[in-house]
């Protein structure tokens, strides 16, 4: 019913518990983001394995989608390497990064397609018993992916999910003083998705009361923080950055739904999170005029906030999205080009795994409606 692999290491200067962390281990490898080398938390990190004894070797300059062929470049020198701890210090992809490389370097004789969704009428084969520990730190405050069993990877164009408890980091360190440096764009984007994390999760088939806990939580928090930590208030973001991990918790065990489904393969017109907040006011409505679970369920989000009902939840997320300056689809696509990929997406959509949780089945048909309405509000 629930389930957490993670250990959660937080507070602000807790990047500094790397030195108990990796003590006892010889050879770590730090996969990080350049951003963390610019702000010399890469740097610190290094410093805090030496003086555990440790050997360090750290990658940079990842690209921001992971991919098969980028993973099989950098293996030879981390084969070579041996680490016996992995630390992926940066954003989600940065540790999805991490996690997929930890599958090919433990499991070298697996075939990756066998052990990937693509969608969600595929039946991939177990992932075995993977061997090297991995620590996230992460430094942007959405993703949850330090403490996801999932990581998304990119071969010849199509999107792999491989999805396992093996590859959930073993640590999380959760610093505040990383997402400080979080451009304000990067902040709203991912902080709107940690509403959408919540907000899904709380409404997926799969929720139950532990996963809500969390999800709820996080909803309340986003409200409440999310402009203060957009302001740059460390507090705030220093709350938003926990909230991220607990929406993370709350999706992990509940899933997500046609929301997820939608930004998924719209991927291609911008960043995850903003096309989650533009896309989640309509797929609230779709769901609620459809589901009176779902209704239900949005009524409880509402009441936790102070707010009526359903209608007063959308309007009040709406309201969050505008003072955030969230932009209109037609505003960052051109109605050409959208209209031209329609189809595909609303049929990938249909597809993605995610939709089996949301609480109404929708056919393409609907979604492309969706997608439709969302463009011309
Ligand atoms: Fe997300």
Redo the contacts with the bound molecule.
Sequence with gaps: MFWLKTRIIGGKGSLEKLRKETSGYERVLIMASNSMRRYGFLDEAENYVREAGAEVLSITGLPAEPSVDVIEDFLPRVREFEPDLLVALGGGSVIDTTKALKVFYDAPELNFEEIAFIDRFSKPKSVPKLKTKLIAVPSTS???SEVSGASVLKKGGIKYNVVTPEIAPDVAILDPRLPMAMPREVARNSGL?VL??GIEAYTTKAANDFSDAMAIKAIKTVFDYLEKSLEGDEKAREKMHYAATMAGIA?LNAR?GLC?AM?HKAAWIGS??LL?AIFIPHVMEFNARRSEYARKRYDEIARELGLNDWRALIEAVKGLNERTGVPKLSEIVDEETFMGRLDEMAEKAYRDGLLSFNPVEAKPKEIKELYLKVYKS
């Design positions: 959405g993703a949850g998705d959408v994390h999706f997500l997820h930004s995850h999170g989650n």
